[in-house]
């Protein structure tokens, strides 16, 4: 399945029916009086977070979602019957968001949330509504309302508590891996990760965070250069920043402290507020320094880099340094509250990459119980009834 994490949607509930005029004709009762119905209301379009599904590609093909329209009313008084609402399951993270007003409509952040996103029409009155002493006979009657319509553009940004940062071939993929029980593509060429991978790291029997590993930036990635910038709104939700840098480059004309400076500001370009968040120093591949050259190696990287919220020193491949790292994320976890995601301030392209995210509920328990049962799915079928 496709790792889709962008579309875009057209959602319309349905109008409400009309009320009528009529009177009763019935033998032996003469002058019967006004007997019009109302009309029913217009179906209503909902988004429901579902832990089940794990990208967008349904509404990637399939763009148009028309409620049923409500019946008319009839003699009798008989009222109209309402129409049927669509439910439309979106995976857990999914922030909609209007097209027009770049309004925020709904965030589903949590398994089982149901928010309101078109409102159906409210049915029409009959002319029974319209009778008084001094009316016996009235005519009047009213039309049903329109269904609200909206042009919706769907995200996906995974819940993850931490996120990382770096130059493709940083050792991001080898780190999770090291941390957790994922299992990330890693490969010796750039841009192995194609897509967000999520793990779920086991600090104590009870303590637990999600870490999210994002493709590469590089410099320009906010111009459009390499892949771009569209995979940080999966860092949305997410506390604290892993800045993972390799010091010990394969390029040796590379300058890890420039380097790494450029990152920053590809970030601050994208988004001002997420470059604000609590971003850790993590110098990776200690290994392939020799143990006597080390300790210069990462003096001179401080030096030429400057102040920094936390710098830590790891060694991905074999583990070295990473349970200090992660005691410590945890610890700062506990103290920091989830942020709010707005809107993305930069409009990516459209991803078409192929994979799954592997997250696919809460931030914790979700994953490891995706590993742990092979749950069937339950497959909901979006019909697009047209409008009567």
Not at 24 to 31: A, H, I, S, T
Not at 211 to 233: M, N, Q, W
Not at 245 to 253: F, H, K, Q, S, Y
Not at 320 to 334: N, W, Y
Request: glycine share 12%.
């Amino acid at each position: 399945m496709k790792f889709i994490d962008e579309a875009k949607i057209f959602v319309a509930a349905g109008d409400g029916g009309n009320g009528i005029a009529s009177f009763r004709r019935e033998k032996y009762v003469p002058m019967g009086g006004p007997d019009g119905g109302d009309g029913g209301r217009g179906g209503s379009v909902y988004a429901v977070a579902d832990r089940n599904i794990n990208t967008l590609v349904e509404y990637r093909y399939t763009r148009k979602f028309l409620a049923q329209r409500g019946e008319n009313g009839g003699s009798a008084d008989c009222y109209g019957r309402g129409g049927e609402d669509i439910v439309l399951r979106m995976p857990v993270g999914s922030v909609l968001t209007d097209i027009n007003s770049n309004e925020i409509v709904a965030d589903l952040d949590v398994d089982g949330k149901r928010v309101l996103i078109a409102k159906g029409g409210r049915g029409g009155l009959g002319n029974i509504h319209f009778k008084s002493s001094v009316n016996r006979a009235p005519r009047q009657c009213t039309k049903g309302e329109a269904g609200e319509e909206r042009e919706l553009k769907l995200e996906l940004r995974v819940l993850a508590d931490v996120g990382l940062l770096g130059l493709p071939n940083a050792g991001k993929s080898t780190f999770i891996r090291s941390v957790s029980a994922a299992r990330p593509k890693v490969a010796d060429y750039p841009f192995t990760t194609l897509h967000p991978n999520l793990g779920v790291v086991r600090v104590a029997e009870n303590k637990s965070f999600v870490i999210a590993d994002v493709p590469g930036l590089i410099e320009g990635a906010a111009d459009g250069a390499g892949l771009g910038v569209r995979f940080l709104k999966h860092l949305a939700r997410t506390r604290v920043l892993l800045h993972i840098i390799d010091l010990a480059p394969p390029d040796p004309d590379a300058d890890p402290a420039r380097d790494a400076r450029a990152i920053v500001g590809e970030l601050e370009k994208y988004s001002p507020e997420l470059a604000a968040r609590p971003r850790w120093l993590v110098l990776n591949k200690l290994d392939l320094i020799p143990e006597d050259e080390r300790e210069a190696r990462i003096t001179a990287f401080r030096e030429a880099y400057g102040p920094a919220d936390a710098c830590f020193c790891i060694s991905a491949i074999n583990g070295e340094g990473c349970r200090p790292l992660i005691f410590a994320v945890q610890d700062a976890l506990e103290k920091l509250a989830p942020p709010v995601p707005n809107a993305p301030p930069v409009a990516p392209a459209f991803a078409d990459e192929g994979g799954e995210p592997g997250h696919d509920g809460s931030p914790h328990a979700a994953l490891e119980e995706e590993n742990a049962a092979d749950e069937s799915n339950d497959e909901d079928a979006h019909h697009a009834e047209p409008r009567a």
